[in-house]
């Protein structure tokens, strides 16, 4: 015997007990198996092929209220017919069809895509039961194994306004569904507005029951009775800031105009209306026929889905020429009595600006009253010429910082998605063009009357007056007020945002606009009573006749309302964008309109299709 | 080469091979009845996993015949070079592999997907294997006796390093092998084992019970050896020390565990537990094998498993289908094809002339049964929820190819019992 086998031996009764712990083990095994499959009834579904199903209780969606408590937008149940492909045997199609109202055709493409889904899981197989139906339907389902009802909500609407602002629910698509585990397919999710917004405060949370069900798919009772099951909480409802009588006037007065009204109240940020037009009825982009719809929508030229009062982004024109006084002022290249000439025209250097004919010499109110271009192309070729800059980039960036402290160039951090930024030229974007250094005052004259590289939103025409309205400051404007219950204020938006410009130039710029209503170019949509101060704009448009563009706030002193008016292709800003933001204070302001015949004259004025005026 | 290819089917242990094929068929169907859907019928669909299987299959099979045709001085002689090769690659899919399921462990390359780990299982068992036969004849100093923990702990500490716990704790299954070299002592062993099914029962059934029993076992043991007194008073000292141990369990388990054990272990003596986790798989799994009954509801008729009511069933819940639609003979069955298969290998390691063969023998066993016991034990709820594939059964190529190379390396070297190398 070697040294090896003598050490191998002195552990060789090890495998022994090795393989009894095998043995131990399996005996185990075998012993719980034995209990598991044998003994123990409470695992036990064997005896009929019982099968569990999960039915999901979908919580109610939130609902959606005016500023006053007026309700909205609130939910209407209603069932989608599901299948579960492999549970189907021996029904009598012929039947089932004439019970549900469908054709045999569509009954075979309906299985074959719920096969191709799942044999084992639930897929929709009529979508949209009524409350009706659903109970003539319920008593004869136990013919039909294999299908089943499952109860959801579909979101309706109060009056046919506010589709932008409300946005729209629809199916979650499966982008969603692999990167959200909450969301599974058929549920509903908020795609846009407030609804896309709020998602998280509105669904809730869902909840599920777990049935034990026979191989006829009848119900026998709750799994473990009701154990795992779980309640849905319902969604939190939205207190909006929406003046829903407002809204709806604003619409009334926007038919057959394409524009939008952006209202706001100054001192709290919360926007009183917002119409985008043409618009659509929201509650066509609910249930069955949405995906239609849409595409509908879609397609239609005048693209009615597209919102104007976020994304739509014009010059804003002589509306601007309030921004660029109060820089001057600001600046102090300009003061409240400067006197300047006007011969109809500023011309310098071969570049030309008209003007319209107006009383000369004229003071700085003046200037905003009259809307006077000369006034503002001195004033702005002052801003941008100061001798305390090096260059012109310093000067230019200067300005510019001006315009960002007014929420210019920038997306609003608030409740409203899809929101565009507009657009200011950086002096950068001048050093690409014309080289470095290569542009002068001259070059960029058109921004001091409100043209050339700008773009601004009708929301942030809105805030602007909104702006001035508080005398230096704006609070970010937004559709939600309160979350759950009307108490509970939104506190996110609260706070005030300081502009570049003292308080002092503030009174001077409202005066100034109250002129332009009192006895300047917005005379003709004066109210009587109400001291409304405003500022007319004629957007140039390249493509066909100009916008009508006004903004305004009043009552001036004490300021309850701010307001931006855009209308497309109307021409002067005087003649129809003036009047209907008019018409939209006075409502506002007194909550009705007494001035018939003018009302009268802006809700058939047509601009879409001229020829019908 | 021919003749001694021929040599090498008729040496090689025939029923172990016979098993194998038999769990790999096993598997197959099983996967099957879990994937298979009734429009769908194909077998050989790639796109299902079934249809992938019998492609990892065949990948195992081949794999299979190159061992055996290979001189098996490959693996003997270059053990240390694998071990490190397989050492490197887990470095690797650290920093370059893909994250599944928040386990760093897989490698993609095109449409598959490789789990290294798997791999580094049987190169651990050579070098281990190596090691320790290196050592024959010679007196094992302090330093010997540490270094066999040192192969097994790197690529254990790198597999936890990949956050798999489960693959992790494979490794420990080596321990059976260096108690059956004598690196531990039995007791120590025994004491393991003891602590561990005690501390599971406890908490499964009232603690007085198991005293009892305790009780009750060591006065059977006391009457049976009333001769040797001694013996005697140290066996009612370790009933009484066990009976105290078992009373205190419940203060451990109240007290000192953190709150993920805590939970691993109240999924399984209750299942009032969240039933999205882990908890949710087990309660599944359970109610799949106990619908299964007696016989079982037959092949494809399965509730539970054709409506993917058990998560993960193709792979570590592989056994909750078999239960379902065997029932309780068909999964004694399979308990049974397991036991007799790692004994079988554990009685062909004994009766290995070399060190080196007997010592592999044992890896390979080891590394078999607690796969098994582990996850078997994990679907019909006696130990925690610990994610490993049950061997040559559970979808999956990476453990189906790995599990193979092992068994193979070992049905081999068992081809040259008689030579002397």
Partial sequence: MTQINQQTNAYLNRKFIIIAIFLVTGLIFVARLFFLQVVDPSYKLSASKNILRYITDYPARGLIYDRNGELLVYNEPFYDLMVIPGQVRDIDTTEFCGLMGITRDFFDRRMKQAKEYSLYRGSVFVRQISKNSYAYIQEKLHKFPGFYVQPRTLRNYTYPVAAHTFGYVGEAGPGIINNNPYYKAGDYIGISGIEKHYEEQLRGEKGVRIKVVDVLSREIGSHQRGRFDTVPTAGKDLYTTLDINLQLYGERLMQNKIGSIVAIEPSTGEILALVSSPSYDPNLLVGRARTQIYRKLQRDTLNPIFNRALMAQYPPGSVFKVVNTLIGLQENVVQPGTRLSCPGYYSSRGITVRCRNHPSPIDLIESIKYSCNTYASILFRNVIEQDDFENIKESFTNWRNYLTSFGLGNVFDNDLPYALSGLIATSDYYDRIYGTNGWRSLTVLSLGIGQGELGTTPLQLANIAATIANRGYYITPHVVKAIGNPDSINTKYNEKNQTAVDKEHFNVMAEAMFQVVEEGTGRFSRIEDIEMAGKTGTVQNPHGENHSAFIAFAPKDDPKIAISVIIENSGYGATWAAPLASLMIEKYLTGEVNRKWFEQRIVEANFINPENQ | ?421
Avoid at chain 2, 23 to 49: C, H, M, P, R, W
Avoid at chain 2, 83 to 107: D, P
Avoid at chain 2, 304 to 316: A, W
């Fill in chain 2, 1 to 421: 080469m021919k003749p001694e290819q021929l040599n090498i089917l008729k040496n090689i242990d025939k029923p172990a091979l016979f098993i194998y094929l038999v769990l790999v068929f096993i598997g197959l169907a099983n996967i099957y009845a879990t994937e298979v859907d009734d429009a769908y019928k194909n077998i050989l669909d790639f796109s299902q996993s079934y249809g992938k299987q019998i492609l990892f299959i065949a990948a195992a099979f081949l794999t299979a015949a190159i061992i055996l045709s290979i001189d098996i001085k490959f693996f003997t002689a270059f053990g240390y070079i694998i071990y490190i090769f397989f050492l490197l690659v887990l470095i690797a899919v650290l920093f370059f592999g893909t994250e599944v399921k928040a386990t760093k462990a897989w490698f993609h390359i095109g449409n598959f997907a490789i789990q290294p780990s798997e791999f580094a299982k049987f190169a651990t068992a050579l070098a281990l294997t190596k090691y320790i036969s290196s050592l024959k004849g010679k007196t094992i100093r302090f330093g010997n006796k540490i270094k066999p923990f040192i192969i097994i702990a790197i690529p254990a500490i790198l597999v936890m390093l990949q956050n798999d716990t489960g693959t992790t704790l494979v490794f420990s299954a080596f321990f059976l092998v260096l108690y059956r070299e004598g690196y531990i002592s039995g007791i120590i062993l025994a004491f393991a084992a003891m602590a561990v099914l005690l501390f599971i029962l406890t908490l499964l059934i009232n603690e007085f019970i198991i005293i009892a029993g305790i009780a009750g076992l060591v006065i059977l043991i006391s009457v049976i050896i009333r001769k040797r007194k001694a013996e005697v008073l140290q066996l009612i000292v370790l009933g009484i020390l066990l009976s105290v141990y078992v009373y205190s369990v419940d203060y451990v388990f109240e007290n000192v565990l953190q709150h993920h054990q805590k939970e691993r272990i109240t999924i399984l003596i209750n299942d009032e537990v969240d039933m999205k986790g882990p908890g949710y798989n087990l309660n599944q799994s359970k109610i799949a094998i106990g619908s299964g009954g007696f016989l079982g509801q037959g092949f494809l008729q399965g509730t539970q498993t054709k409506f993917n009511f058990v998560p993960e069933q193709s792979t570590d819940f592989i056994f909750s289908t078999i239960g379902e639609e065997w029932g309780f003979v068909g999964s004694t069955v399979v308990i049974l094809l397991f036991l007799i298969f790692i004994t079988r290998i554990v009685l062909l390691a004994e009766k290995q002339r070399s060190a080196f063969s007997r010592i592999f023998g044992y890896c390979v066993a080891s590394v078999l049964f607690f796969h098994f016991a582990v996850n078997t034990g994990m679907t019909i709820g006696l130990v925690p929820v610990i994610g490993i594939p049950l061997p040559f059964i559970s979808y999956g190529g990476s453990s189906m190819i790995g599990f193979t190379i092992l068994l193979f390396i070992f049905l081999k070297l068992d081809t040259k019992r008689l030579e002397r190398f």
